[in-house]
């Protein structure tokens, strides 16, 4: 017999090595070359010379790949270096976090942004929702390395709806692993280039998902899961999992976090699948309960027919419990909300008074989600002092909507974005897709704005720029000023939109509501613009000395704009300072010979001595 010949162990080790010698080779190429920009988690705000940092609204790509369309963020900015006197909270969850249909200034953050300014009007905060539609908690996960580097100060946590069919869920399209562990390992070498590479290479894009069928429909890869099969459990385990390891790795870095249960509509949102697993029986029982005025039974009736349902768009109540136990074995804290909705509905079980479909909430659950994190923060402790009115008041809550930056568009936009879901599949089964024009055809102005925002045929704050402009028009100061504070609660960091209500109101001839705003666009930011009109407001008040004052600053910004100069020289003329009258005139005239009523001006002062 022939002896096999022998190799030594390096041989074999060498073998083993090569293919990932030459992957590594291969990825500092590709690196040193600058393949596939890496896209980090959270990018600088354009326009705010880096102070500011958001949410990349791209980021969800790494989670939807190969589809033109992406869900994001509501575009929350926050200061990139932070200042140790600001209590910053982040919020972690999908689209209920994010405030779907009313996002972005409908969502509970706002609402629990503009209270707490108001119960503290000393303090600072930055309260960044990171909320996006579609996600759970593999996102989650997927970000929170970077979430921890930006050292919030309270973390809220309201998600666990998307587990099944959100990106990468155990029964969503976009799944890669029935593993949890084996799915966030390939979610971190996603990273890798040569995983972008190889990803290029195979992969089909899968398009436009909300083209042919509704996002919702386009993640639901197999959508029924019964109620204790393998699939759910699946689903269970992987929410347990990633939910552990968020809040353990929140807690090994000392950020307090703040969870809460999870509210899904039971009174008013039948089963989707009435005719699978005793569903449809549950529910009907659930309504002759209540009928018969048994409004606790109904309770647990309603939400037996939500368990049962094999179409789960609404969490489980098993993972209020796995909510309940991690935030315990960790020591934080956990807010109840799905008891306290219970508790304001009718009849105990939450339905259309305090939801709009099956588990997002309406302006008013909203606010009240607000009270529930709003509460908990204030036992925190965090917060120091006493509040300046009472939380959970009548009279915060009036104080509260009165500021609340949400207009007659915004309800618009979001009956368009909640009758475009309620329209498609699971709501309606028959594949019978209506156009949102046949769901709600546009009689105004208002709706047609609100119809094109909704499908994506102008952007959300050009909507509310031609609204403005519409209210302008037909002298409305008072339509036009709330588009324009919508637009400013959402880009509070830029004077863009405080110039231009400003200058609609200079439109109406609303001079002393001009300088109002003009000086709130200079105390974001001092620029030429507001410096140049609050300095011709003044002149035209007989205000000299602080025309010059703010025209000479103005010219700071902008030393060539002939407005200013000319005026600046009338406001020299009032102070009888000719000399430097001629001076700014003449400069007037060598920018621009034309500018009106220059060349007479310059005529009349060559007259005095």
Wanted: net charge neutral.
């Amino acid at each position: 017999m022939e002896n096999k010949k022998k190799y030594p162990l390096s041989f074999y080790l060498l073998t083993v090595l090569a293919p990932f010698v030459l992957i590594a080779l291969l990825e500092v190429v590709l690196r040193i070359s600058g393949y596939a920009k890496d896209e980090p988690v959270f990018i600088t705000v354009p326009g705010t010379e880096e102070k500011l940092l958001m949410l990349n609204p791209d980021l969800t790509r790494r989670y939807f790949k190969g589809s033109q369309f992406v869900p994001h963020s509501i575009n929350d900015v926050f200061l990139k270096d932070k200042d140790p006197n600001t209590l910053r909270i982040f919020i972690l969850g999908e689209s209920s976090a994010a405030g779907f249909p009313y996002e972005p200034n409908g969502s509970f953050s706002r609402f629990l942004d503009l209270k707490l300014k108001l119960l503290y009007p000393q303090k600072k905060f930055e309260v960044v929702n990171l909320g996006i539609a579609a996600i759970n908690s593999y996102a989650i996960l997927d970000i929170l390395e970077d979430v921890i580097a930006q050292k919030p100060d309270h973390v809220l946590v309201y998600t666990g709806h998307n587990e099944y069919y959100g990106a990468l869920g155990a029964a969503s399209q976009t799944g890669i692993a029935s593993s949890p562990g084996v799915t966030r390992f390939m979610l971190k070498a996603g990273n890798l280039k040569v995983m972008k590479l190889i990803g290029s290479i195979f992969s089909s894009s899968p398009g436009n998902l909300s083209e042919s069928q509704g996002l919702m429909e386009a993640l639901a890869k197999d959508k029924l899961i019964p109620f204790g099969s393998d699939l759910y459990n699946a689903g269970v385990e992987q929410f347990r999992y990633n939910l552990s390891e968020i809040f353990t790795a929140l807690k090994k870095n000392n950020i307090p976090v703040i969870a809460s249960t999870l509210v899904s509509n039971l009174a008013d949102q039948p089963p989707f699948y009435p005719e699978l697993s005793g569903a449809g029986k549950a529910w009907d029982e659930a309504n002759q309960l209540l009928k018969s005025g048994k409004s606790t039974e109904a309770s647990a009736k309603f939400l037996e027919a939500k368990e049962l349902d094999e179409l789960r768009f609404r969490a489980p109540k098993e993972f209020n419990k796995i909510i309940m136990e991690n935030a315990a074995a960790l020591n934080f804290s956990v807010v109840k909300a799905d008891s306290v909705f219970s508790a304001r509905s009718e009849n105990g079980v939450p339905g259309k008074s305090l939801m709009v479909d099956h588990l997002h909430p309406n302006l008013t659950g909203y606010n009240l989600l607000a009270d529930i994190f709003l509460d908990a923060i204030i036992k925190s402790g965090k917060i120091s002092g006493s509040p300046a009115i009472q939380p959970g008041s009548e009279s915060l809550d009036s104080l509260v909507f009165s500021k609340f930056a949400f207009s007659q568009l915004d309800s618009l936009i979001a009956e368009y974005r909640l009758a475009g879901i309620m329209s498609q599949w699971p709501f309606v089964r028959n594949g019978k897709k209506l156009t949102l024009e046949q769901i709600r055809k546009p009689v105004t102005m208002l709706d047609s704005l609100a119809l094109m925002s909704a499908k994506g045929d102008i952007k959300w704050h050009d909507a509310h720029i031609k609204a403005a402009q519409y209210f302008t028009t037909i002298n409305d100061p008072s339509g036009m000023e709330k588009e324009f504070r919508v637009l400013i609660s959402q880009f509070h960091y830029q004077t863009t939109f405080y110039d231009m209500l400003a200058d609609a109101f200079l439109q109406m001839k609303l001079y002393s509501e001009s300088g109002r705003i003009f000086r709130e666009s200079y105390a974001v930011k001092p620029g030429a613009f507001s410096t140049k009109w609050l300095g011709i407001l003044a002149l035209n008040d007989g205000k000299a000395e602080e025309a010059k004052k703010w025209l000479s600053e103005s010219l700071n910004y902008n030393g060539n704009d002939p407005q200013t100069l000319y005026n600046l020289s009338g406001a020299y003329i009032n102070l009888k300072d000719y000399t430097s009258a001629k001076t700014y005139i003449t400069r007037c005239l060598q920018v621009d010979p034309h500018f009106p009523g220059a060349a007479q001006l310059a005529e009349q002062l060559k007259k005095i001595r």
